[in-house]
T-cell receptor, first 111, second 114 residues
Framework: GQSLEQPSEVTAVEGAIVQINCTYQTSGFYGLSWYQQHDGGAPTFLSYNGLDGLEETGRFSSFLSRSDSYGYLLLQELQMKDSASYFCAVPSPSGNTPLVFGKGTRLSVIA | DGGITQSPKYLFRKEGQNVTLSCEQNLNHDAMYWYRQDPGQGLRLIYYSQIVNDFQKGDIAEGYSVSREKKESFPLTVTSAQKNPTAFYLC?????????????FGPGTRLLVL
């Protein structure tokens, strides 16, 4: 089976940096993805890590350590619009089977 | 533009009534999925389909049914057997490139019980 753990809530100040952690237990591992979901909206893809290390996409970065079964999403220069829920997800080896999602971390950005 | 559409945006169900949620995609994806999301919760898989005329139960399939007669369409029926159907329902699809393939979501349908 597969399970992912992430904090339920995080609060950070506008302009600051925040890190959202995700630990996982999987029967096989094929990478870690991150999705963002604003209230009332659909989840949208942010990043994917297949190998150890840091992937950077603008203000967002994602890190993976396969030896520690751990990853994180790093958001820099926080903006109010970054207030949303963030989900880590584990893909399966087959392209057509579903992702398994964590329960999500609700990020609140305050002034 | 390519994408996934869901309709209606809001749906009201009376006690004992079956209702069907529509999901259509023009991304040419073989795989499609239905998730249920309750307030403040994550995504729970209801059903998924890897190819036309084939589908599998997810973690919470009881009280739901699906069909996959066309590649583009994967409707979900919430039956009267589902006693607590109020939730946000999300349809998604995914291409074949594994494991890094992005999963695309529709805008969702919010189901409310009258």
């Amino acid at each position: 089976g597969q399970s992912l753990e992430q904090p339920s809530e995080v609060t950070a100040v506008e302009g600051a940096i925040v890190q959202i952690n995700c630990t996982y237990q999987t029967s096989g591992f094929y990478g870690l993805s991150w999705y963002q979901q604003h209230d009332g909206g659909a989840p949208t893809f942010l990043s994917y890590n297949g190998l150890d290390g840091l992937e950077e996409t603008g203000r967002f970065s994602s890190f993976l350590s396969r030896s520690d079964s751990y990853g994180y999403l790093l958001l820099q220069e926080l903006q109010m619009k970054d207030s949303a829920s963030y989900f880590c997800a584990v893909p399966s080896p087959s392209g057509n089977t579903p992702l398994v999602f964590g329960k999500g971390t609700r990020l609140s950005v305050i002034a | 533009d390519g994408g996934i559409t869901q309709s209606p945006k809001y749906l009201f169900r009376k006690e004992g009534q079956n209702v069907t949620l529509s999901c259509e995609q023009n991304l040419n994806h073989d795989a499609m999925y239905w998730y249920r999301q309750d307030p403040g919760q994550g995504l729970r898989l209801i059903y998924y389909s890897q190819i036309v005329n084939d589908f599998q139960k997810g973690d919470i399939a009881e009280g739901y049914s699906v069909s996959r007669e066309k590649k583009e369409s994967f409707p979900l029926t919430v039956t009267s057997a589902q006693k607590n159907p109020t939730a946000f329902y999300l349809c998604a699809s995914r291409g074949p490139r594994a494991p890094q393939e992005t999963q695309y979501f529709g805008p969702g349908t919010r189901l409310l019980v009258l």
